[in-house]
Every structure is written in structure tokens, then in C-alpha cells.
């Protein structure tokens, strides 16, 4: 098994890729930072009270993802 470690912001993220394959392990590990940077940077919008409508709707779908019920 493949396991990625990123740091993002001083923040040592890791993560099962689930996968014993490095071809698809490189393209997983791609996505993870992808998204984890995202996230730090959507974070940071909401704190400074900077952000686009896009940023808000991303920020919106993940908390309810998180917790589907209002």
C-alpha cells in the first residue's frame, strides 16, 4: 500500500492512497495535494472574509458533506 504525506501551511497531512500501484499512486497523490491546498486556501478565504462565490459554494458543499444535516 501506498501512503501519501503533504504538509501543507506547517501541516503534516497523510492519507491511505489505497493502492499498490505506483503509476496510480502518483496520479492519487497529484489529486490529494490538489484538494489539501484547496482546502487551506478556501480556509484562509473564509478567515480573512475574502472570498468569491465559487469559494463559498466549495466551502458550503464540504461542510455538508461533512454533516448533511442542518
Do not use: C, H
Request: hydrophobic share 40%; net charge positive; proline share 3%.
Amino acid at each position: 500500500m501506498y501512503f501519501a504525506w503533504i504538509r501543507v501551511k506547517g501541516k503534516l497531512i497523510r492519507r491511505n492512497l489505497k493502492t499498490k500501484s505506483l503509476s496510480v499512486a502518483r496520479l492519487k497523490l497529484a489529486g490529494f495535494e490538489k484538494s489539501g491546498r484547496q482546502r487551506a486556501r478556501n480556509a484562509t478565504a473564509v478567515i480573512e472574509g475574502k472570498m468569491t462565490f465559487d469559494d463559498a459554494l466549495s466551502v458550503f458543499k464540504q461542510r455538508l458533506k461533512a454533516n448533511p444535516q442542518p
